[in-house]
Nanobody, 127 residues
Framework: VQLQASGGGLVQAGGSLRLSCAAS???????MGWFRQAPGKEREFVAA????????YYADSVKGRFTISRDNTKSTVYLRMTSLKSEDTAVYYC??????????????????????WGQGTLVTVSS
C-alpha cells in the first residue's frame, strides 16, 4: 500500500486544516487512520475509520474537534481539524491496516506490525 499525505501547514490557534491521504487502490477497503508525533514525543493515535467509512474512533484529545472521513472512489482519507490548539502541532501520519475493523489495532487506538505508513505532513499551530 502506498500512502501520500498532504495538507499540512501553518495555522493560527482556533483555525482549521484538512489533511488528505491518497492511497493506492489496493487500500480501498483497508482500515485507515491518522497518528501524529510531536518533537520529542512518542507517536500517538488520532483517529481511525473502517473500510466502508461507517465506523470511526477518535482519541479523547481530538474528539469533537477532528473528523475523519474517506472517499473510496478517490482512494482518499481525510482528517478535518478544527479549533486547532498549539498542542496539535506535530507531524501527522496516515496509516493503513488490511485487517478487519475488529481485528485492526487502529480500531483500538494503536498500531501493529502490519500497519503501513505514509511519509507524514507537518502541522504547526501558532498561539
Amino acid at each position: 500500500v502506498q500512502l501520500q499525505a498532504s495538507g499540512g501547514g501553518l495555522v493560527q490557534a482556533g483555525g482549521s486544516l484538512r489533511l488528505s491521504c491518497a492511497a493506492s487502490k489496493r487500500a480501498v477497503s483497508n482500515v485507515m487512520g491518522w497518528f501524529r508525533q510531536a518533537p520529542g514525543k512518542e507517536r500517538e493515535f488520532v483517529a481511525a475509520i473502517d473500510g466502508p467509512g461507517r465506523i470511526t474512533y477518535y482519541a479523547d484529545s481530538v474528539k469533537g474537534r477532528f473528523t475523519i472521513s474517506r472517499d473510496n472512489t478517490k482512494s482518499t482519507v481525510y482528517l478535518r481539524m478544527t479549533s486547532l490548539k498549539s498542542e496539535d502541532t506535530a507531524v501527522y501520519y496516515c496509516a493503513a491496516d488490511s485487517s478487519s475493523w475488529v481485528r485492526s489495532p487502529l480500531s483500538r487506538g494503536n498500531y501493529g506490525p502490519r500497519t503501513e505508513w505514509g511519509q507524514g505532513t507537518l502541522v504547526t499551530v501558532s498561539s
